[in-house]
């Protein structure tokens, strides 16, 4: 998709450099219209640097939450405007990382083949007849399945 402004740079190109009218440039794919229109756009000035200094001291404000400070201080500005203006400064919350996840595959654990050369821990939990609850810490040799200490 072309952007009508770089349109007008294109219509500009060829009538520079090759002295071409509007007429035989705009053939090339432009409508004169395009290339003829003066924005009358209001100037923005005020409500960027305002946004700009309010997203500087407050990074983690998107444009909905500048929006309302911005109507809080007197400003009058349409929403989908600021989300223009916002757009156009490069302001941005910065996203937060996701979960990280294991790359490539892993290798697989060695089957021990000595006593004492892999132990395993858990906690192991139960209940009494009368309701109370006790955990375990159990500690298991994998070469031996041989439970080692138990500890509470």
Excluded at 5 to 26: P, Q, Y
Excluded at 28 to 54: F, H, L
Excluded at 125 to 142: E, K, N, P, Y
């Amino acid at each position: 998709m072309v952007t009508p402004a770089a349109k007008r740079k294109a219509v500009a190109r060829l009538k520079e450099g090759f002295g071409m009218s509007d007429r035989r440039a705009c053939k090339a794919g432009c409508c004169r219209m395009t290339v003829r229109y003066q924005t009358s756009r209001p100037d923005d000035r005020e409500v960027r640097e305002r946004m700009k200094a309010i997203a500087q001291e407050r990074r983690r404000f998107g444009y909905r939450r500048l929006l309302v400070m911005l109507r809080r201080e007197g400003l009058v500005v349409n929403h989908k405007k600021l989300f223009r203006l916002y757009r156009e400064e490069k302001l941005a919350v910065r996203r937060r990382g996701g979960r990280k996840r294991a790359i490539g595959t892993r290798a697989p654990m060695l089957v021990p083949l000595r006593p004492d050369e892999r132990w395993s821990l858990d906690f192991v939990s139960d209940q009494l007849t009368d309701g109370r609850r006790f955990r375990i810490l159990a500690v298991v040799d994998d070469c031996t399945r041989e439970c080692l200490r138990t500890h509470r």
